[in-house]
């Protein structure tokens, strides 16, 4: 089955740790995207990739670094520098990196920092 | 003010009822996306318009470019049509896309 898998799903991290969020699709996709949710507000862009070995900042960059190494996976890395990294993560795909093309989501990482 | 408004935010019908969710916004768009997200989070993407109205099954999307608005309709709605539904409009200007918070649908049996 093609799709965008996260893991975990869960995820609990003490204040000051670095925490790697997994993103792998299989979908062959160029454009690969994070985006984070937050109770109560839009999705909000943290980066994103359209071609292996580059990515681009988006809203909220600030505290996270990604790499994109491979064309299948996109990790995300929150680092301590995040002032509040509770939140809801979630990993998304596109064809290309058109705006108007369809994104396939992941089902998303809940992130929890002590 | 929020860019991309939905109303309402929260929504219950009872099953069968004729569902109806807005989606205002206030900057020049060049396409609008409708997203379901469902209870557990994953997100779906149900249709990106730039015109006119598409249908695929018991959901219908319509868009007016001149008065910044767009409806999403669900017909004969059923308790599995339960999710948050979002709206995402593709700003010109800005080149990105900009989310709405969302409406809460909840249908019951």
């Known amino acids: 089955d093609g799709g965008i898998t996260q893991s975990p799903k869960y995820l609990f991290r003490k204040e000051g740790q670095n925490v790697t969020l997994s993103c792998e699709q299989n979908l062959n996709h160029d454009a690969m995207y994070w985006y984070r949710q937050d109770p109560g507000q839009g999705l909000r862009l943290i980066y994103y990739s359209q071609i292996v070995n580059d990515f681009q900042k988006g809203d909220i960059a600030e505290g996270y670094s990604v790499s994109r190494e491979k064309k299948e996976s996109f990790p995300l890395t929150v680092t301590s520098a995040q002032k509040n990294p509770t939140a809801f993560y979630l990993c998304?795909?596109?064809?290309?990196?058109?705006?108007?093309?369809?994104?396939?989501f992941g089902p998303g990482t809940r992130l929890t920092v002590l | 003010k929020n860019e991309v408004e939905q109303s309402p935010q929260n929504l219950t019908a009872q099953e069968g009822e004729f569902i109806t969710i807005n989606c205002s916004y206030s900057?020049?768009?060049?396409?609008l996306h409708w997203l379901q997200q469902h209870p557990g989070g994953g997100i779906v993407s149900l249709f990106m318009?730039?015109?006119g109205k598409k249908k695929h099954g018991r959901l219908i999307a319509t868009i007016n470019i001149q008065e910044k608005h767009s409806s999403l309709h669900i017909t004969a709605s059923h308790p599995r049509d339960s999710a948050v539904y979002i709206c995402?409009?593709?700003?010109?200007?800005?080149?990105?896309?900009?989310f709405g918070k969302g409406t809460k649908l909840s249908v019951k049996p």
């Open positions: 900057v020049g768009i060049s396409a």
């Open positions: 318009l730039s015109s």
């Open positions: 995402a409009v593709v700003s010109g200007s800005q080149g990105n896309l900009i």
């Open positions: 998304a795909s596109s064809i290309l990196g058109g705006l108007t093309d369809t994104q396939y």
